[in-house]
């Protein structure tokens, strides 16, 4: 069986930082690309970042860039997302989520619950 | 970017009615050499993540049930439920994945009149 469990998130003030993970398991994780995912309390689904299969190539949404970095280890089965300068709006519940190949063409068939960052002072 | 646009942003169906949402992109999300619509569709039950329920525009994921289906080629896409269950009631997203950064619908919340 699938699963993937986010930790890390937290209250952080601006300015701060923090990296999340995705502990991945039930499947070859070094085969399938994954993307974070985030939800803002009370709102939709925005795509934040995505990385390939190897981890050689990620790209980020605009409005992270050069703040938050995405990672992966397959010999951990691990993806990171790494936050800094953080934002008030970046506050939501961020979920990793498993692409159906290893390309990050293709529909995310497994999500994990998600972790809440909120960031206030 | 492209734009999802959904349509309506919330709905209200009787059960065992009939449920369409519209999905419509700013560009195509048509890939001219698989012929594929890298288009998907999600359901998102309150406290739940979100859940494949169709991809390459009209392709139904493993395990999900046949009244749910998809339609559509390039910029226009919808999503039908045939014949709604009390368990239906969730919030649906169109997302492309044709073009990065990958981009979502606003999400339209299905309902039982």
Request: net charge neutral; glycine share 10%; hydrophobic share 30%.
């Amino acid at each position: 069986e699938v699963q993937l469990l986010e930790s890390g998130g937290d209250l952080v003030q601006p300015g701060g930082s923090l990296r999340l993970s995705c502990a991945a398991s039930g499947f070859t994780f070094s085969n399938y690309a994954m993307s974070w995912v985030r939800q803002a309390p009370g709102k939709g689904l925005e795509w934040v970042s995505g990385i390939d299969s190897s981890g050689g190539d990620t790209h980020h949404a605009d409005f992270v860039k050069g703040r938050f970095t995405n990672s992966r280890d397959n010999s951990k089965n691990t993806l990171y997302l790494q936050m800094n300068s953080l934002r008030a709006e970046d506050t939501a519940v961020y979920h990793c989520a498993k692409h159906q190949l290893g390309s990050r063409y293709s529909g995310a068939d497994h999500w994990g619950q998600g972790t809440l960052v909120i960031v206030s002072s | 970017d492209i734009v999802m646009t959904q349509s309506p942003d919330s709905l209200a169906v009787s059960l065992g009615e009939r449920a369409t949402i519209n999905c419509k992109s700013s560009r195509s999300v048509l890939y001219s050499s698989d012929n594929k619509s890298y288009l998907a569709w999600y359901q998102q039950k309150p406290g739940q993540p979100p859940k494949l329920l169709i991809y390459w525009a009209s392709t139904r994921e493993s395990g999900v049930p046949d009244r749910f289906s998809g339609s559509g080629s390039g910029t226009d896409f919808t999503l039908t439920i045939s014949s709604l269950q009390a368990e239906d009631v969730a919030v649906y997203y169109c997302q492309q994945y044709y073009s990065l950064p990958f981009t979502f619908g606003g999400g339209t919340k299905v309902e039982i009149k």
